[in-house]
């Protein structure tokens, strides 16, 4: 179950590797990089009877969204070791560990300059998912392999889309921070997470004739 730090700096600035190598040679749990996911950059799993403590981080991620969202999900599995059920996942206690861990790599300079400076902004109120910091996610987005998708957070309302070049829908209203989206085949809604890759057919001012 320990960590493999060979594959793991292959996803992580380099110089996070001390800093992580020191966090997680004192804590076992098993660290999962997987596939894309739409709803999720990364997740905690507690320990049950058969399974140990598990992070997973999607392999899709910049380096400095990996590291944050590594980092993210290490401070779950800190508050947990302490708590368990006791306090709210993304409570007090959480906010704490998260700015606690977050404020070493600040330190030590791993990130760029302008991203260190919206980082520290996030970090006064640390949110359950960074997907609702529309400023992270813009800077971070600078850090991506060039790619012809957008967020959905950057379509206008109106616009058609594709999701993962399977579905096509049309972009609606806001729900906290995702958005009601149409599917224009089968016309049923669904609530779809506005940092979610997509890719877009026609924008909201050539959209208008779509049919509803």
Not at 51 to 78: C, D, G, K, W
Not at 160 to 168: A, E, H, S
Request: proline share 3%.
């Amino acid at each position: 179950m320990a960590i493999n730090f060979e594959i793991l700096q292959q996803y992580v600035p380099s110089s996070s590797l001390p800093i992580l190598e020191k966090w997680f040679n004192q804590r076992a749990f098993e660290l999962k990089i997987t596939k894309k996911r739409v709803t999720k950059f990364g997740d905690f799993r507690a320990s049950t009877k058969l399974l140990p403590n598990r992070i997973s981080v999607n392999s899709n991620l910049n380096q400095y969204a990996f590291l944050i969202t590594l980092t993210h999900e290490f401070a779950h599995l800190l508050v947990w070791l302490q708590h368990q059920h006791k306090v709210k996942a993304h409570g007090i206690e959480w906010k704490t560990e998260f700015a606690t861990l977050m404020n070493v790599l600040l330190m030590k300079n791993v990130f760029p300059e302008h991203l260190k400076i919206v980082l520290h902004k996030h970090m006064k109120n640390p949110a359950a998912s960074s997907a609702r910091d529309v400023n992270l996610i813009a800077e971070l987005k600078k850090y991506d392999a060039p790619s012809n998708l957008l967020t959905l957070n950057e379509l206008e309302d109106g616009s058609i889309f594709t999701l993962n070049k399977k579905r096509v829908f049309k972009k609606g209203k806001k729900r906290r921070t995702r958005f009601i989206c149409k599917e224009i085949a089968t016309k049923k809604e669904y609530l779809i997470n506005g940092v979610a890759e997509v890719e877009l057919l026609i924008d909201a001012s050539t959209s208008l004739n779509t049919s509803n």
